[in-house]
T-cell receptor, first 112, second 113 residues
């Protein structure tokens, strides 16, 4: 069945460090891929998305590229800030479906 | 535009009591999802609706849980009777049908004593 696998957390980085959170997926066909972010006490918010192979989603300095050959959608940011501390979820949805498949989430803490 | 609105934000009640969580989806969205989030199990899909009709309730943990969507602008998730292991954050999300992003509410933090 469809699934998403994220790197284990928690991740702790110093401010201005480079961030990578790995995400790989298993799905039939060509799913759409998403990254969501959850700040403490809040719901999940859409961070970025990509709908086809080689698409790059980007938002707020975060980027992720849809890699069909490696079934991956790794999240990157060149210079993290304390305000980026949150839990990040990778997710997929089939092109003909309506149900999201979420990863387990990766907690990021950025220290000054 | 208003986002997904959930109420209450916090609920504390004793075991055995009935709990009702409420959700107002984004206007125009025709799909609605209920999730439960805990440290142990992460984010779990409980049930989802399309055009007010339940499509998949396989994630509902047991018969004590029920969900309804009487119209396009309102849904409830009910737990009766509640148990301490039901303590969690419950999220509602809505979207347009198809491979569209889901929009989440801020959740209801439920504590069953």
């Amino acid at each position: 069945g469809d699934s998403v696998t994220q790197m284990e957390g928690p991740v702790t980085l110093s401010e201005e460090a480079f961030l990578t959170i790995n995400c790989t997926y298993t799905a039939t066909g060509y799913p759409s891929l998403f990254w969501y972010v959850q700040y403490p006490g809040e719901g999940l918010q859409l961070l970025l998305k990509a709908t086809k192979a080689d698409d790059k989603g980007s938002n707020k300095g975060f980027e992720a590229t849809y890699r069909k050959e490696t079934t991956s959608f790794h999240l990157e940011k060149g210079s993290v800030q304390v305000s980026d501390s949150a839990v990040y979820f990778c997710a997929l949805i089939r092109p003909t479906g309506n149900q999201f498949y979420f990863g387990t989430g990766t907690s990021l803490t950025v220290i000054p | 535009d208003a986002g997904v609105i959930q109420s209450p934000r916090h609920e504390v009640t004793e075991m055995g009591q009935e709990v009702t969580l409420r959700c107002k989806p984004i206007s125009g969205h025709n799909s609605l999802f209920w999730y439960r989030q805990t440290m142990m199990r992460g984010l779990e899909l409980l049930i989802y609706f399309n055009n007010n009709v339940p499509i998949d309730d396989s994630g509902m943990p047991e018969d004590r849980f029920s969900a309804k969507m009487p119209n396009a602008s309102f849904s409830t998730l009910k737990i009766q009777p509640s148990e301490p292991r039901d303590s969690a954050v419950y999220f509602c999300a809505s979207s347009l049908w198809g491979n569209q992003p889901q929009h989440f509410g801020d959740g209801t933090r439920l504590s069953i004593l």
